[in-house]
């Protein structure tokens, strides 16, 4: 029986077949003789080569996920070892598993745990503990996008867990509550103490843009002898892709702190 569950491969096909075909094309163009020498080729030449670059590392990036095997879920002795995201990755030892369940939609897998288990501080290991509508203590992971049939990986899961959970007490550790609470409350004010200035950034990202903008156009009008206007215009694109990209990241950060805030609360409050 396989113990090891891996993530698709289509989202990496398709990655593959659209970068091929954006890079092929460009490149023929920029290389034809003719069609190279039109005024708005020779113009949009720079935003071209860039775009080649970008999608030239993308199509790297598809090429080693399509010959890479990438565990997602896999079982040991030790217990179910997750690699779902960046919120769970580590190891739930099956004498702390109750049940599995596949949501009707078959958009998600939960775990559902028994026992007062809980991540070790600084152990490496990230897991979102949850709470469904019966109050019990859960892990969602979302596999729409990363299994090709989430039931089917319930099932297994089940398999699983009968297997290895054969013969294991139900006995479950102690845990140091008064240190976990320590720690955490620790966490919550050094957490706390970064998002201050992030904050402050998010609610002031419109002046960055203004000036990330304005240096931009300076170095194309340097660098080019274009217009003004038309420096103006060819900077507008890589500055509003730029910060969208930054702005995101930065709320993708500013939400994971305040994420680590609450949990951390959660735990200097008590398990």
Same mark, same amino acid.
């Given at each position: 029986?396989?113990?090891?569950?891996?993530?698709? =491969? =289509?989202?990496?096909?398709?990655?593959?077949?659209? #970068?091929?075909?954006?890079?092929?094309?460009?490149?023929?163009?920029?290389?034809?003789?003719?069609?190279?020498?039109?005024?708005?080729?020779?113009?949009?030449?720079?935003?071209?080569?860039?775009?080649?670059?970008?999608?030239?590392?993308?199509?790297?990036? #598809?090429?080693?996920?399509?010959?890479?095997?990438?565990?997602?879920?896999? &079982?040991?002795?030790?217990?179910?070892?997750?690699?779902?995201?960046? =919120?769970? #990755?580590?190891?739930?030892?099956?004498?702390?598993?109750?049940?599995?369940?596949?949501?009707?939609?078959?958009?998600?897998?939960?775990?559902?745990?028994?026992?007062?288990?809980?991540?070790?501080?600084?152990?490496?290991?990230?897991?979102?503990?949850?709470?469904?509508?019966?109050?019990?203590?859960?892990?969602?992971?979302?596999?729409? !996008?990363?299994?090709?049939?989430? &039931?089917?990986?319930?099932? /297994?899961?089940? /398999?699983?867990?009968?297997?290895?959970? /054969?013969?294991?007490?139900?006995?479950?550790? /102690?845990?140091?509550?008064?240190?976990?609470?320590?720690?955490?409350?620790?966490?919550? !004010?050094?957490?706390?103490?970064?998002?201050?200035?992030?904050?402050?950034?998010?609610?002031?990202?419109?002046?960055?843009?203004?000036?990330?903008?304005?240096?931009?156009?300076?170095?194309?009008? =340097? #660098?080019?002898?274009?217009?003004?206007?038309?420096?103006?215009?060819? &900077?507008?694109?890589?500055?509003?892709?730029?910060?969208?990209?930054?702005?995101?990241?930065?709320?993708?950060?500013?939400?994971?702190?305040?994420?680590?805030?609450?949990?951390?609360?959660?735990?200097?409050?008590?398990?």
């Amino acid at each position: 029986m396989p113990h090891k569950i891996y993530r698709t =491969k =289509k989202y990496a096909i398709m990655g593959t077949v659209v #970068c091929f075909l954006w890079i092929y094309p460009v490149t023929m163009l920029l290389n034809h003789e003719s069609l190279s020498e039109l005024p708005i080729i020779i113009k949009m030449e720079g935003l071209l080569n860039i775009s080649l670059l970008i999608m030239g590392a993308v199509f790297l990036r #598809c090429l080693i996920l399509l010959f890479k095997k990438r565990p997602l879920l896999q &079982a040991g002795e030790n217990g179910l070892h997750l690699q779902v995201s960046k =919120k769970n #990755c580590g190891i739930i030892p099956w004498r702390h598993i109750a049940h599995f369940d596949c949501l009707p939609d078959r958009r998600e897998v939960r775990v559902y745990l028994q026992g007062l288990w809980d991540v070790p501080d600084d152990c490496g290991e990230k897991f979102d503990i949850q709470i469904d509508e019966k109050r019990q203590r859960m892990i969602v992971l979302p596999l729409q !996008h990363k299994v090709r049939n989430p &039931a089917h990986v319930r099932d /297994e899961l089940e /398999e699983w867990w009968l297997y290895y959970s /054969e013969g294991e007490t139900s006995q479950f550790p /102690e845990i140091d509550e008064r240190s976990r609470r320590r720690i955490a409350s620790a966490k919550k !004010h050094g957490v706390a103490s970064i998002l201050v200035p992030m904050y402050f950034i998010h609610s002031k990202f419109w002046v960055l843009v203004i000036i990330d903008f304005l240096f931009l156009a300076a170095l194309i009008e =340097k #660098c080019t002898a274009f217009s003004r206007p038309v420096v103006l215009a060819i &900077a507008v694109v890589p500055t509003l892709l730029l910060s969208f990209i930054i702005r995101r990241l930065l709320s993708k950060a500013i939400s994971a702190l305040e994420y680590s805030k609450e949990q951390n609360q959660d735990r200097m409050i008590g398990l």
